[in-house]
Each structure stands twice: as structure tokens, then as C-alpha cells.
T-cell receptor, first 112, second 113 residues
Framework: AQRVTQPEKLLSVFKGAPVELKCNYS??????LFWYVQYSRQRLQLLLR??SRESIKGFTADLNKGETSFHLKKPFAQEEDSAMYYC??????????????FGQGTILTVHP | KAGVTQTPRYLIKTRGQQVTLSCSPI?????VSWYQQTPGQGLQFLFE???????NKGNFPGRFSGRQFSNSRSEMNVSTLELGDSALYLC????????????FGEGSWLTVV
């Protein structure tokens, strides 16, 4: 069974401080990992995925297969980063194109 | 292009009733999936449809069902509503293939009283 764990339900930092949102997963196959973000009163939207290796809004995430982790990092947090962040996993090699397993989410609050 | 559209956005139902939620995917997207979001359980996968066929199903009772039409629009139905069915129901659509992006709708807020 696949599982995604986000150990921190709440994370508070000050503006300009580094931020790291943790995500660990368990999956026996070849996973595809995502970070989704939900800003206040907005729909869930994709932030980044591991295969693209992009930096979006200053965020990066590296897939560590040895530690089965996909932590989200940003060196200097901004107030507009305050949101709910979800780590998610899908079966990259299967036919489950629309099936995502989500973590419980982390509420990030960036204080001025 | 228009995003994933869900209707109705808000509804209140009584225990024992049934409800039907509708989802219009992004044009060209043939995969539609449904999720339930609650404060306690988070985001949980309900089912996924592709070309009118249910391809995957989550761990929900048979009261939860869905279907997809030839134009890729989808509906989900919950029968014999229970208080615990109160949740935000999210629809998502995507194209076929590895590396596809899954786009979410704003959701339908269901309250069961």
C-alpha cells in the first residue's frame, strides 16, 4: 500500500527565514511525487513535481529514494507563502493517472 | 481555457437522502477523479474514470458511486447520506500519460444534517 506522511501539521516561520516542509512516503513501485498548495479561498494547485526538477516560487524539492523523502524547501520565506501544503504520490508506471495519495498536509504560516 | 468546474458549490442535505455532484473537466481531459476532503481524514481518493470506465476506486462504501459520460463530464452520487459524509468533494481532471498535471476544481461543499 502506498502512504504519504507529513509529520508537521503546523509550521511557523518568520519572513526571510528558511523553511522546510517534510514529506516521507512508502511505495513499492516507481512513484511520482508532487507538492500541491492551497492558498486561502483558492483551489488546490500543483506547486512542483519531482520529474521536472523545477524551482517554483523559490521552492525546490528533491526526491531521495534512499530515505524515501521529498522535502519541500525555500531559503527565504515570504508572507505570501502562507498556505496549506500537501505532498502527494502517484504510480508513475501504472495507469492510475488521476489517483493521488495525499499526506495530511502542513499549514505554513509566515510571520512578518 | 476554462478550469475544472463543479456544481453545485454548496448544498445541505438531510440524513438518508441522496446527492449528485457534477464535474466538467478541462477541455481535452479524459481522466476525471474524485476526492473527499475532511478535517479529520484529509484528502482521500474516491474513484477515477477514463473514457467512461471506472479505472480505480478508493476505499469507500458502495453508497459512493460515479460515472463518466462520453463528453468526459462526470457525476458522483452518494446515497443514504450519513452525517460523516459532510465534506468538500473535489473533482480533478488530467490528460493521459506519465508526467501529466492533475487540475482540481473548487469543490462542492456538502453538509449533511
Amino acid at each position: 500500500a502506498q502512504r504519504v506522511t507529513q509529520p508537521e501539521k503546523l509550521l511557523s516561520v518568520f519572513k526571510g527565514a528558511p523553511v522546510e516542509l517534510k514529506c516521507n512516503y512508502s511505495y513499492s513501485g516507481s512513484p511520482e511525487l508532487f507538492w500541491y498548495v492551497q492558498y486561502s479561498r483558492q483551489r488546490l494547485q500543483l506547486l512542483l513535481r519531482h520529474i521536472s526538477r523545477e524551482s517554483i516560487k523559490g521552492f525546490t524539492a528533491d526526491l531521495n529514494k534512499g530515505e524515501t523523502s521529498f522535502h519541500l524547501k525555500k531559503p527565504f520565506a515570504q508572507e505570501e507563502d502562507s498556505a496549506m501544503y500537501y505532498c502527494a504520490l502517484s504510480n508513475a508506471g501504472g495507469t492510475s493517472y488521476g489517483k493521488l495519495t495525499f499526506g495530511q498536509g502542513t499549514i505554513l504560516t509566515v510571520h512578518p | 481555457k476554462a478550469g475544472v468546474t463543479q456544481t453545485p458549490r454548496y448544498l445541505i442535505k438531510t440524513r438518508g437522502q441522496q446527492v449528485t455532484l457534477s464535474c466538467s473537466p478541462i477541455s481535452g481531459h479524459r481522466s476525471v477523479s474524485w476526492y473527499q476532503q475532511t478535517p479529520g481524514q484529509g484528502l482521500q481518493f474516491l474513484f477515477e474514470y477514463f473514457s467512461e470506465t471506472q479505472r480505480n476506486k478508493g476505499n469507500f462504501p458502495g453508497r459512493f458511486s460515479g460515472r463518466q459520460f462520453s463528453n468526459s463530464r462526470s457525476e458522483m452520487n452518494v446515497s443514504t447520506l450519513e452525517l460523516g459524509d459532510s465534506a468538500l468533494y473535489l473533482c480533478a481532471s488530467s490528460t493521459q500519460g506519465f508526467g501529466n498535471t492533475i487540475y482540481f476544481g473548487e469543490g462542492s461543499w456538502l453538509t449533511v444534517v
